[in-house]
């Protein structure tokens, strides 16, 4: 096992037990943390493979994307300015539906590599083709929880079929980096007898479910129209609930619909960039906050957002419960920092991680300090959350496996993937147009 320091750097743990940030050394042994030492503590604990100047460095846990569908970069500013039902039922799953397995896989290859240089350690996907993105996840080194989306309107059995398949496959695989759980798209693509489906092989497989949840105001109304109860309701009524569960976006809820979530141990993945992008809203995340709702952040996919920048996220879940509430106490940066990290990963049910402390997941990134935008430093998480941005990561490190380093991809052909990828997207807009 491998043995790598990192010397000199501030130090960011989110671990409540330390103090906020310190200068020090973080020695990582295999897949684990093996010390943090405080300055003037020295840990001399080698001999060292790998010694890493850190003293233009902020060292932190590696950041936790709660939703998204990665191979949609390929559809990046394809179909933008429009509203959610318009983007998707017009535009997304059209070309979607031209979509052939080697377009997800480079796709997400390309998501991998954004994620990973913007400071990702952990991502969400729920998607098609799910054996080519996990085959992704597994060669590029990073920690990802993966569902085959469902739909249920034409009866969706293969989905299921696939779904079991795909969990026996790629359950705890890659080292444990592969987490697999369920993914019914949401309420209005799968009617009640199919989320019965769902929970029945839930429950069979002690796996997890993933699902978008009151994103629109429409989605709402319809539901409402249609069972005579809010989307949230209508899942807690079939039993959705009683799975684990992380829903999406979560946006309009009333009072009683945040009290179903917080009763319920839902977990909840906010998407700020894309919620203000499709005109969905503004979710009530300070309200969630306070009902004690564990709320990570997302990205959401490249075509509704449309970078996978968690840096850029965690900025505007702060600022936007800030201005909305009008309170320049809500959500501070720490808030928002620990909601990028140890939060998304509670929401994952990823243990070990999402905190930098001895004897858990070497899961790590380093921001370069030494920018014009970042002197100077008075408070290194305020600027981390508000100063800095994706492209200042120049470190990145998952189970100690290093995956970038002076911003160079360490496991991944970079080039390689921006040109399969434009070739994937270039056949894909040709076959659009010839049908």
């Known amino acids: 096992m491998?043995?790598?320091?990192?010397k000199g750097a501030v130090i960011v743990t989110l671990d409540d037990s330390r103090p906020d940030n310190f200068k020090g050394d973080i020695a990582v042994n295999g897949t684990v943390i093996e010390a943090i030492t405080e300055y003037p503590q020295k840990f001399e604990n080698g001999p060292f493979e790998k010694v890493i100047d850190g003293s233009s460095y902020i060292v932190m846990p590696g950041l936790v994307n709660t939703h998204g569908h990665a191979a949609?970069?390929?559809l990046r500013s394809y179909a933008d300015d429009l509203p959610l039902k318009?983007?998707?039922?017009?535009?997304?799953?059209?070309?979607?539906?031209?979509?052939?397995?080697e377009d997800v896989y480079w796709g997400t290859k390309l998501a991998i590599a954004e994620m990973i240089k913007s400071g990702t350690?952990?991502?969400?996907?729920?998607?098609?083709?799910?054996?080519?993105?996990?085959?992704?996840?597994?060669e590029s080194g990073i920690r990802a929880v993966l569902s085959r989306g469902l739909i249920g309107i034409d009866g969706g059995l293969e989905g299921l079929t696939e779904s079991e398949e795909f969990i026996k496959n790629w359950q705890g695989a890659a080292n444990g980096r592969i987490t697999v759980t369920l993914g019914p798209h949401a309420p209005y693509t799968c009617p009640p007898e199919f989320l019965k489906k769902v929970i029945s092989l839930a429950e069979k497989t002690g796996t997890s479910l993933?699902?978008?949840?009151?994103?629109?105001?429409?989605?709402?109304?319809?539901?409402?129209e249609e069972h005579g109860k809010t989307p949230p309701e209508l899942l807690k009524e079939l039993g959705i609930f009683n799975i684990?569960?992380?829903?999406?976006?979560?946006?309009?809820?009333s009072d009683s619909d945040i009290d179903i979530l917080a009763e319920n141990g839902v977990n909840v993945a906010h998407n700020p960039g894309s919620n203000l992008k499709l005109g969905s809203g503004i979710a009530p995340v300070a309200r969630m906050l306070d009902k004690g709702i564990n709320v990570g952040i997302g990205?959401?996919?490249a075509s509704s957002n449309n970078n996978l920048d968690m840096i850029e996220e965690m900025r505007l879940t702060a600022l936007l419960s800030k201005g909305i509430e009008m309170n320049p106490t809500l959500l501070d940066a720490k808030t928002a920092l620990k909601m990028s990290t140890i939060t998304g990963a509670k929401a994952l049910g990823i243990a070990n991680t999402g905190i930098l402390k001895e004897g858990y997941k070497a899961d790590l990134?380093?921001?370069?300090?030494?920018?014009?935008?970042?002197?100077?430093?008075?408070?290194?998480?305020?600027n981390i959350v508000y100063s800095s941005a994706g492209a200042d990561i120049d470190l990145v490190m998952v189970d100690g496996d290093i995956l970038l380093e002076n911003r160079k991809l360490k496991k991944m052909d970079e080039q390689d993937i921006l040109n399969k990828a434009a070739e994937c997207t270039n056949r894909l807009i040709r076959n659009g147009k010839d049908n």
């Open 2 to 6: 491998s043995k790598t320091v990192i």
């Open 72 to 74: 949609m970069t390929l």
């Open 86 to 101: 318009e983007w998707l039922e017009e535009k997304i799953w059209p070309i979607e539906g031209q979509m052939q397995a």
């Open 121 to 138: 350690t952990t991502f969400t996907d729920m998607y098609m083709y799910m054996d080519r993105v996990a085959e992704a996840a597994d």
């Open 210 to 224: 993933q699902i978008h949840l009151s994103e629109t105001r429409g989605e709402v109304d319809s539901c409402l």
């Open 244 to 253: 684990n569960t992380l829903a999406a976006h979560c946006v309009h809820l």
């Open 299 to 301: 990205t959401d996919g």
């Open 365 to 382: 990134i380093a921001l370069r300090t030494d920018r014009p935008h970042l002197v100077p430093m008075h408070d290194p998480i305020a």
